[in-house]
Every structure is written in structure tokens, then in C-alpha cells.
Nanobody, 115 residues
Framework: VQLVESGGGLVQPGGSLRLSCEASGFSFSRYAMNWFRQAPGKERELVASIGRVGWNTNYADSVKGRFTISRDNAKNTVYLQMNNLKPEDTAVYYC?????????WGQGTQVTVSS
């Protein structure tokens, strides 16, 4: 199983970024996918989740209305569109999936929101 995130960077408050996570090594369309984030000195937190076919999505209260999770099963990729970014969104963002007792993580991509 391999998860590779991309799309992070430095953005001003109010700006947008789209993160991507390309998956390989497993049947992508059979698994729910998640985005987590971890800010310096804080615990890793769940940001958004999406079901196997993309109909079911869930968001942390802190990002509702600003972030959108989506997936393209033909491309084995899950996305996180982030709009109206705030300084408190600064964190390393991780792609994640779970299979029974096993949990898989990408290497993370840094998102920094600063003027």
C-alpha cells in the first residue's frame, strides 16, 4: 500500500489549495479514505472522510463549508479542496485509509497559511 500526497504549499489567508493523494497497492475503490492533519504541538486530527463511491462525506466542524473531499476511483486519487484558508489550518496534511486492523498513511504534505 502506498499513499502519496501532493499540493501543499504556502498560501495567504483567504486563499485556496487542492491536495491530492494518489493510492496504489490496493483496490482503491473498495475503501473509504480520510484526510488528517497535524499542527505543531497538537495531536493529529481527522479533517474529512469519504466513502467508497464518494456519496458519503464527513467533515470536522472546523472545516465545514470551506473544505471539500472528493475522489476519482478511475485515477485512484482522493482530493481535498481547501477554500478560505485560515492561519489555524496550518499543518501537515496526511492521507489515510484503514483495512481491518491495519492503517496506512502517506508521508504528508505541508500547508502553511500566512501573510
Amino acid at each position: 500500500v502506498q499513499l502519496v500526497e501532493s499540493g501543499g504549499g504556502l498560501v495567504q489567508p483567504g486563499g485556496s489549495l487542492r491536495l491530492s493523494c494518489e493510492a496504489s497497492g490496493f483496490s482503491f475503490s473498495r475503501y473509504a479514505m480520510n484526510w488528517f492533519r497535524q499542527a505543531p504541538g497538537k495531536e493529529r486530527e481527522l479533517v474529512a472522510s469519504i466513502g467508497r463511491v464518494g456519496w458519503n462525506t464527513n467533515y470536522a466542524d472546523s472545516v465545514k463549508g470551506r473544505f471539500t473531499i472528493s475522489r476519482d476511483n478511475a485515477k485512484n486519487t482522493v482530493y481535498l479542496q481547501m477554500n478560505n484558508l485560515k492561519p489555524e489550518d496550518t499543518a501537515v496534511y496526511y492521507c489515510n485509509t484503514q483495512s481491518g486492523p491495519s492503517e496506512y498513511w502517506g508521508q504528508g504534505t505541508q500547508v502553511t497559511v500566512s501573510s
